[in-house]
């Protein structure tokens, strides 16, 4: 019995419906008629706080189309965003920053042409300046043109313990398809090299943005850095041990040969590929700074640092014995015309190919020793720390 009242009442309704949509008869219903107001839905909500970093700032409009969205924060720096395809729905492109207040500008135009505004302020969470991580440092330098071998160097303020995170943070992107992978050295620094050395005329753009992210511990992200290069020429410096002999080879070609002298027994110069990290003019050098036993106070005009620890190729005026013996504490020298050269020829990021030592280049610690890794080792990433 109350199914059936129900069914009346169903056609009762329907009846009505008709009646009211075509009072001569007609069967057709009436256009529903446009909404006269928009529903907007800001989120994070209006006087927020606290508000995570890493959260994402939308628009929803109902009945209508979002036709703007602005938001920008304290100082007026704008987070852009993409509208949905029916411009029902506004997402914002990237997080946000800690410490930060907010707005929110939404306008639309509802269903029958009416203006529809709203606007929407919050804060974000408030972060210690002690657990704001950002990077201190990308390298190479932006708009410098580097050797074959470089490695992308970041580095960062604080220990990174989310080190999957922080890696979404950055990105390579190059002219040409190149294969490549991050590697930390350690919790502080993190390099990316290609599997091979980098082709040639290679233009290269290396971004860093930490900003609102949760990289643990309590630390956020605050950085957002971005720097371009190009690679130069393909040039090797070859360093044979045995031989006391330096070779240049640029574009398959061997352009110099000059004559050198290398570690002596204890101090000897390691084998491997080093890349050339600084060029330097007027460099003292002491026993002092490698804990040498000898006394000793000497002078180059021209070095190209080769490791942290302090290999370089110089310029070593006090040595008589350049290309007959090993008498140094690891460096290569060589004769001040022979350097002098090798200086106005050579760019940061030449790979030194060395052989012929008993020493070999193992210490990931003493950059950049990142050409020593098998490639297999380097695609680990090396997250837990554990080379080095």
Request: aromatic share 8%; hydrophobic share 35%.
């Amino acid at each position: 019995m109350k199914r059936n009242t129900m069914r009346a009442a169903a056609l009762v309704g329907a009846c009505v419906l008709a009646l009211t949509a075509c009072g001569d008869g007609d069967d057709k219903l009436a256009p529903v008629s446009a909404r006269s107001s928009m529903g907007l839905a800001i989120y994070p909500s209006y006087d927020a706080t606290g508000v995570k970093p890493d959260s994402t700032v939308t628009v929803n409009g109902t009945y209508g189309r979002l036709d703007e969205v602005q938001v920008f924060d304290s100082e007026g720096t704008v987070i852009s965003g993409a509208f949905s395809e029916d411009r029902s729905a506004w997402v914002a492109g990237r997080r946000l920053a800690p410490n930060e207040q907010y707005t929110v500008i939404a306008r639309g135009t509802s269903e029958n042409g009416s203006a529809v505004s709203q606007t929407s302020k919050f804060s974000t969470l408030q972060v210690a300046a002690k657990n704001q991580t950002g990077s201190t440092l990308i390298s190479p330098p932006d708009g410098s043109t580097v050797g074959i071998a470089q490695p992308v160097v970041v580095a960062f303020n604080h220990n990174i313990v989310n080190r999957e995170a922080a890696l979404q943070a950055l990105t390579v992107e190059t002219s040409e398809e190149v294969e490549g992978g991050w590697y930390w050295i350690d919790a502080r620094e993190v390099h990316w090299r290609p599997k091979e050395y980098w082709p040639t005329g290679t233009k290269v753009t290396v971004t860093e943005n930490l900003v609102g992210m949760d990289l643990g511990d309590g630390e956020w992200g605050v950085s957002r850095r971005e720097n371009s290069f190009t690679v130069g020429r393909e040039q090797f410096i070859k360093v044979d041990v045995k031989r006391r002999e330096l070779t240049v080879v640029r574009n398959g070609k061997t352009i110099k040969r000059v004559d050198v002298s290398t570690g002596k027994p204890g101090w000897e110069t390691r084998n491997g590929i080093k890349v050339i990290m600084d060029k330097e003019l007027g460099k003292i050098w002491t026993n002092d700074a490698i804990d040498a036993p000898e006394n000793y106070r000497l002078r180059s005009s021209y070095a190209l640092r080769m490791t942290n620890s302090g290999e370089f190729l110089h310029d070593a005026t006090w040595n008589g014995r350049i290309g007959s013996a090993n008498t140094s504490h690891g460096c290569v020298g060589m004769s001040l015309s022979d350097m002098r050269w090798m200086f106005s020829n050579t760019i940061i990021g030449d790979p030194v190919v060395t052989i012929g030592s008993p020493k070999k280049f193992t210490e990931i610690w003493n950059r950049y020793q990142d050409w020593n890794v098998d490639w297999d080792q380097w695609e680990t990433g090396n997250f837990d720390l554990s080379d080095g």
